[in-house]
């Protein structure tokens, strides 16, 4: 990436801003005192062109340059404060200007607006951004467009987070279609129709709840144009290459956003590595686990067999080799003042290929061996999945409500494997079902206390056939005419909850609260693993097969008081739980009734305006899940073999974290900084039999874990380069024990560090840039020390050319240091994106060519505490598309 930085370097030095040659000072005051982080303005009369603007320091004094132009206004503007604006009638070289703020309810930063109502007043936790003041030209759809805004954070699978909290949902014009699956509307919708986009702090996803409870969640509204509500409107866009591999990527979004219905229509297929269908999981596995009255949520049948790669840092788009294909009806009705009905469909059949070749290398004492692993993996996701909702509301301070949910999920998988030279073929297949009822009633006691109670019923199948077509086993069970083995997997669940929870606002703005929650379910699992015989016969292994039925009917004592004051809140909590157990197996049943105590304190000191200091501690306790009491081994896929500790256990915990904030994201400088240590009593660990074909894992129950993070994000706002700069820093430590048969226990210390840097520009002029650069570091100690450190850089670049043409060119690398004998390598990629936006015909027509370097492969490093791995993956090729998109 040193061709990038240099780039960026001679980008920085020719258009930063040029020293003016005179000074505009001043102090600025409110009632006598002096007000800090006040922005200041200068504008050319006429014109809403800014020439340059500052901050006022904690003292209210500022100073800012001039080229000397005569007619200039000069503006000022704070949080809580009427805005200023005076024209500058005699300047000179030394100009002196000072003001008094009076204190008012709406202020404007820039193009960012702030409602600070009174605190009981809907709005006034509510942060609105104006669309035009972050667009550049590039952006397509509302995800484009999140990226550009400080403080706002976008992740590599399409999460949002606003500082260190994912928002709740995204929302059009008040209405939310996905819940947490809002990938599915932000990876498609078009960005023309916004106008602003809302923050929604202190965020409470029911009505009758908003001041009374005490909440830190956010949200994003999505405001539209005038011209966009209430009429259908919508874009149809496709992109193919013609010439080379085939790609394509075809798509349709149809919206209807009225004040009493909303409709959203979507529909798209890709097969150029575009995760179309990323947020489906969350839409499916919807609820927040702290929402008053949420019950059940989590609740689902466990994964056994999951062979998706997981690749961290990396662009999972080059080398997802996809078909996928996304249809979603979603609308929102209002046939009664009292009444909103949500309705929203979708099908996905999906096809996702990757290729890998893996060298695992285990080098403890006397174990010594490596293996040499070629995959070629296919998934083929088939899903239908509906979900309903009423809302009826049965006066003005009580509610009724009904979700409803029902899908069909299926998977078929196919994996070409060779190891060691010795090939074979996985199959896997599944259809199951799952069917979820939640009803909540909410009453609003009085303007200061409220009652939520909720039922919920949960019924889930997830049965699997998975098979392998050749005998790897003969250390493990012997030698004879085997040709294969399969394993047929029972996976089901039902589940019924009931709850009730207690708000109540008190004086001062204390907080009680209190729930009682009700509990049942039972979870059926099957593994029966059988050895097929050449001549059709079949094998069950001894200790190879599992049938078991686990019930638990728990009864839990909800509890916590917020004690608030003017600079500071504590809030002691308690959650006790009574839990019956009951484990049915072939060979064992087993009771069991205990009780789990759970108590927690957390706390916030406002030290000053814009500084927040948060600290929470907790003891936890938890009783042993389905998966972790398996008495006999299962396969998890080809050499892997895991079995839980036989019986039912319960592990206890303590946490501890601190977090200090500095400023917010209007500020010009934003900070936070956490640490934190775990400690895990009792755990979960693991103890290996490790040979060349075969990895028998046996989880035992070990104490002791510890671990520790640091955390550090800064944010800061460089005014003579006009952009933001952005710091990254983590370290990770932990300290445990494992075990591998023949080696006995093993102490292991690991130690993880991150760094990453990173600016990016708002520039006026038609250039702009987004560049940085992350590193990071793993570190294993036990026998011996192993390590791996991983870069990634990267450099957006994006061009205003006139005549309404755009393009960018986005370029990244990837590095690697020597690891498994092989020396450090780097792998770049650039993208490059060319379009013209033909506006009286609402039509863009664009052309993107990407891996413009034909990179075919990509290799990273991993480490764990039983072996290195280097794995390199196959990747989509260079290729040109054109494309066109025509909005209506």
């Known amino acids: 990436m040193n061709f990038s930085f240099g780039l960026l370097f001679c980008v920085l030095f020719f258009f930063s801003p040029c020293v003016a040659q005179v000074s505009i000072r001043g102090r600025v005051t409110s009632e006598d005192r002096a007000l800090g982080s006040v922005r200041i303005e200068l504008r050319a009369e006429e014109s809403s062109r800014i020439l340059a603007y500052t901050f006022s320091n904690a003292e209210g004094k500022y100073l800012l340059k001039s080229g000397g132009q005569a007619n200039l206004y000069l503006s000022f503007r704070a949080l809580t404060y009427e805005p200023i604006s005076k024209k500058i009638q005699d300047l000179k070289s030394d100009t002196i200007i000072n003001v008094q703020l009076v204190p008012g309810a709406v202020e404007r930063l820039e193009e960012v607006f702030v409602h600070t109502k009174r605190p009981h007043r809907r709005g006034r936790d509510t942060i609105e951004l104006s669309v035009n003041s972050f667009l550049q030209g590039d952006e397509r759809t509302v995800e484009d467009l999140l990226r550009k805004i400080p403080g706002i954070n976008v992740g590599t699978d399409g999460s949002i987070k606003i500082g260190n909290k994912e928002v709740e949902k995204v929302m059009v014009e008040g209405d939310d279609f996905f819940e947490k699956g809002y990938r599915l509307l932000t990876q498609s919708m078009s960005v023309q129709p916004l106008e602003k986009v809302q923050v929604l702090q202190r965020y409470s996803n029911n009505k009758h709840l908003k001041g009374i409870e005490n909440s830190d969640k956010v949200a994003l509204n999505l405001q539209l144009k005038a011209d966009s509500k209430n009429q259908w409107m919508g874009s149809v866009s496709a992109q193919g290459a013609p010439i080379g591999p085939k790609y394509y990527q075809v798509g349709a979004n149809v919206m209807n956003f009225g004040k009493k219905n909303k409709y959203y229509l979507l529909g798209t297929a890709n097969n150029?590595?575009?995760?179309?269908?990323?947020?489906?999981?969350?839409?499916?596995?919807?609820?927040?686990a702290d929402e008053p009255g949420q019950i059940g949520v989590g609740v689902a049948t466990p994964t056994l067999i999951d062979n998706t790669p997981d690749l961290p840092g990396f662009n999972y788009r080059r080398t997802n080799f996809n078909q996928d294909r996304l249809l979603s009806l979603n609308t929102i009705l209002n046939p009664a003042p009292k009444l909103k009905i949500k309705w929203m469909g979708f099908i996905n059949p999906t096809k996702k290929s990757f290729y890998r070749n893996t060298v695992q290398e285990y080098n403890m004492e006397d174990i010594q061996f490596t293996n040499n692993e070629s995959y070629h993996f296919t998934k083929k996701i088939d899903t239908y999945f509906s979900k309903w909702e009423f809302q009826y509301d049965l006066n003005k301070g009580s509610s009724l409500s009904y979700i409803g949910t029902?899908?069909?999920?299926?998977?078929?998988?196919?994996?070409?494997?060779?190891?060691?030279?010795?090939?074979?073929?996985?199959?896997?297949?599944?259809?199951g079902y799952l069917t979820n009822h939640t009803m909540t009633y909410t009453t609003k006691l009085s303007g200061h206390e409220a009652l939520v109670s909720s039922v919920r019923w949960i019924s889930q199948q997830s049965p699997l056939e998975y098979s392998i077509d050749k005998y790897y086993y003969e250390d493990l069970f012997g030698s004879g005419s085997i040709s294969g083995v399969s394993q047929r997997l029972e996976n089901g669940l039902n589940y019924l909850g009931a709850t009730s929870h207690y708000l109540a606002r008190r004086k001062k703005g204390d907080m009680f609260e209190i729930a009682m929650v009700s509990e049942y379910k039972k979870q059926h699992l099957l593994t029966d693993l059988v050895l097929e015989g050449e001549g059709g016969g079949q094998n069950r292994p001894a200790g190879f097969s599992n049938d078991m039925d686990l019930a638990s009917f728990n009864m839990d004592f909800i509890s916590k008081y917020t004690i608030k004051r003017r600079p500071w809140e504590i809030t002691p909590r308690v959650n006790a739980s009574f839990v019956s157990s009951k484990l049915n197996s072939a060979t064992e049943q087993a009771s069991r009734n205990n009780w789990l105590i759970s108590p927690g304190l957390s706390g916030k000191w406002t030290i000053y305006a814009k500084g927040k200091l948060e600290a929470d501690f907790s003891f936890q306790q938890r009783n042993t899940t389905a998966t972790e009491v398996f008495s006999n081994y299962y396969t998890t896929g080809l050499r892997n073999f895991t079995k839980g500790l036989g019986d039912m256990a319960t592990l206890s915990s303590t946490g501890g974290a601190f977090t200090y904030t500095h400023g917010s994201m209007l500020d010009k400088f934003f900070a936070n900084f956490s640490v934190g240590q775990n400690m895990m009593y009792d755990y979960i660990g693991s103890e290996n039999v490790l040979k060349p074909n075969f990895n028998l894992?046996?989880?035992?129950?070990?104490?002791?874990?510890?671990?520790?993070?640091?955390?550090?994000?800064?944010?800061?706002?460089?005014?003579?380069?006009?952009?933001?700069?952005?710091?990254?820093?983590?370290?990770?430590?932990?300290?445990?024990?494992?075990?591998?048969?023949?080696?006995?226990?093993?102490?292991?210390?690991?130690?993880?560090?991150?760094?990453?840097?990173?600016f990016r520009s708002v520039w006026k002029s038609p250039l702009n840039i987004y560049g940085g650069y992350n590193w990071q570091q793993s570190i294993y100690f036990s026998e011996d020390k192993n390590k791996v450190h991983n870069g990634r850089g990267f450099l957006d670049i994006s061009m205003d050319m006139g005549g309404d043409w755009q393009c960018s060119l986005k370029n990244e690398s990837y590095s690697f240091g020597s690891f498994l004998g092989e020396s450090s390598k780097a792998y770049y990629f650039s993208d490059f994106f060319l379009s013209y936006d033909w506006k009286k015909k609402k039509t863009r027509f664009d052309i993107t060519a990407k891996n413009l370097l034909n990179t075919r492969h990509f290799r990273n490093a991993v480490l764990t505490d039983i072996y290195r791995a280097t794995t390199q993956y196959r990747l989509l090729p260079c290729y040109i598309a054109f494309g066109i998109d025509y909005t209506f």
Do not use: P
């Open 697 to 758: 894992v046996g989880q035992v129950l070990l104490k002791d874990k510890k671990t520790t993070f640091y955390k550090a994000e800064l944010n800061y706002f460089l005014k003579f380069l006009n952009g933001n700069v952005r710091l990254d820093l983590g370290a990770n430590y932990s300290a445990y024990e494992t075990a591998v048969s023949g080696l006995g226990r093993r102490s292991i210390h690991t130690e993880a560090y991150d760094c990453s840097v990173s």
């Open 406 to 431: 029902l899908g069909s999920l299926g998977r078929n998988d196919l994996g070409n494997l060779i190891l060691n030279d010795i090939g074979s073929q996985e199959l896997s297949k599944m259809r």
């Open 272 to 288: 150029n590595g575009v995760d179309a269908v990323s947020g489906i999981h969350h839409v499916i596995n919807s609820g927040s």
